[in-house]
């Protein structure tokens, strides 16, 4: 058994790395946030409030609770990269109890030459670098799209189910590109299943790859058309589009707009949906933890729509 702390415990992957990792007892898990949890912020593990801009006290805490892992679950943002996870780093490197670090990733494998596109991610391979300059054992994970961006809220998850491209409540899809590029989708639940299962590894892989499902957004709209019974209304934003940070606006946008206004938005979508054209939303499954642990079976995008999405079990 070994000592796991999560940062960023309250975000939508620190919550679930955590309620899976609670449900079993090979490792423990403890609980890092800048706040002092209130109430809302039940976590199910010890939980500590540390200061991110204090490495030394970050290092003392590491060894005092015999840290054997850190997990990073922050969004990436310049602040939480820039400053905190880098910390947290130099915090885990000078620490002689701690070992392994996954450093905030769970989504595609970025390309670097889009720095100038999504400037935040400049302090996202900051932190890759200073982890190759360290003594520590090190992967990011990789597991493509969330699910949860084309499920309704009755999934169970911590994500906030924003939607992206397809919108099945409204029956309609703005489909980047020509569709038939295959992207990687996976339930949140199952990346921190994989997770917890890579903890025994003798030996980590360069990096964690979690294949959850694979299809094409047209295949991905044939079957939402055939599960709920009705056909959707369509439209294409081809890649020039996107390159000028539009897409087609959907009703489901919409609730999006009090976090995240409609031109921010507009903008950071159409850079993701950029890469789902040019394939690199889609996972290799050779080498993968699901080939590694084939006993973990993920939830399927015709699983959840079936389950969620059928006419009448909405």
Do not use: C
């Amino acid at each position: 058994m070994v000592n796991v702390a999560i940062a960023g415990a309250t975000g939508a992957i620190g919550r679930t790395l955590l309620e899976v990792m609670a449900s079993q007892t090979r490792h423990r898990p403890f609980a890092l946030t800048r706040r002092e949890p209130t109430k809302n912020d039940y976590l199910p593990a010890p939980t500590f409030q540390v200061n991110y801009e204090d490495i030394k006290l970050l290092k003392l805490f590491l060894e005092e609770h015999n840290i054997h892992t850190v997990i990073s679950a922050f969004g990436i943002n310049a602040t939480s990269l820039a400053e905190s996870q880098l910390n947290l780093i130099k915090a885990a490197e000078t620490s002689p109890v701690t070992k392994r670090f996954i450093p905030s990733s769970f989504a595609i494998p970025y390309p670097e030459d889009d720095v100038s596109v999504l400037p935040p991610l400049e302090h996202y391979f900051a932190s890759f670098k200073a982890l190759e300059n360290s003594n520590l054992e090190w992967a990011p994970v990789y597991n493509g799209t969330f699910l949860e961006y084309i499920a309704p809220p009755t999934l169970k998850s911590y994500h906030p189910h924003s939607m992206l491209v397809l919108d099945v409540e409204n029956n309609m899809a703005a489909i980047p590109g020509d569709g038939n590029m295959p992207v990687t989708f996976t339930y949140t639940f199952d990346i921190a299943r994989f997770i917890v299962a890579a903890l025994d590894l003798e030996e980590w892989p360069r990096e964690f790859r979690i294949a959850g499902d694979e299809m094409t957004f047209n295949e991905l709209l044939k079957l939402a058309e055939e599960v709920k019974g009705v056909e959707f209304d369509v439209v294409h934003d081809d890649i020039d589009k996107l390159k000028t940070s539009q897409i087609t606006e959907l009703p489901g946008h919409v609730k999006s707009y009090n976090k995240f206004p409609k031109d921010r938005l507009q903008w950071f979508l159409a850079i993701v949906e950029t890469w789902m054209v040019t394939g690199r939303a889609r996972i290799t499954r050779e080498g993968s933890l699901n080939e590694m642990f084939p006993e973990i079976k993920p939830l399927t995008a015709r699983q959840m729509m079936e389950r969620y999405w059928k006419t009448g079990l909405k």
